[in-house]
């Protein structure tokens, strides 16, 4: 199981950024792709969680209304989309997977839970700076 992040750089504050995580290794039906970040001396933080099979979306509080996901089931890639990003928005953004119900077993996963603990394959994150 891979994955793997894209599309970080250097913006400025009310900038857009569209991130990409690519996963191979496992079947894409039913999979839960979450999006974590962490900056400097703080705790990791869940951002977004997109589950492939019923296209449940969860976004966390502190991006709410300035992220969007999707994917490219075909390319097996999931994106996020940032806008009017903020210089507090500036860290390494994670993407994670975990297998979901009904493809794999176990209950279904609900993206609102978005614990980190949850998710067992992680990419090596991508950095994201926005100058104020």
């Known amino acids: 199981v891979q994955l793997v992040e894209s599309g970080g750089g250097l913006v400025q504050a009310g900038g857009s950024l569209r991130l990409a995580c690519e996963v191979s290794g496992f079947t894409f039906n039913d999979y839960a792709i979450a999006w974590f970040r962490q900056a400097p001396g703080k705790a990791r933080e869940g951002v977004s969680c997109?589950?492939?099979?019923?296209?449940?979306?969860y976004y966390g509080d502190s991006v709410q209304g300035r992220v969007t996901t999707s994917s490219d089931n075909a390319r097996k890639t999931v994106y996020l989309q940032l806008n009017n990003l903020k210089p507090e928005d500036t860290a390494v953004y994670y993407c994670a997977g975990r297998g979901n119900a009904p493809y794999y077993d176990g209950p279904y996963y609900r993206c609102s839970v978005l614990r980190e603990t949850d998710f067992h394959s992680w990419g090596q994150g991508t950095q994201v700076t926005v100058s104020s």
């Open positions: 997109f589950n492939t099979g019923d296209g449940a979306t």
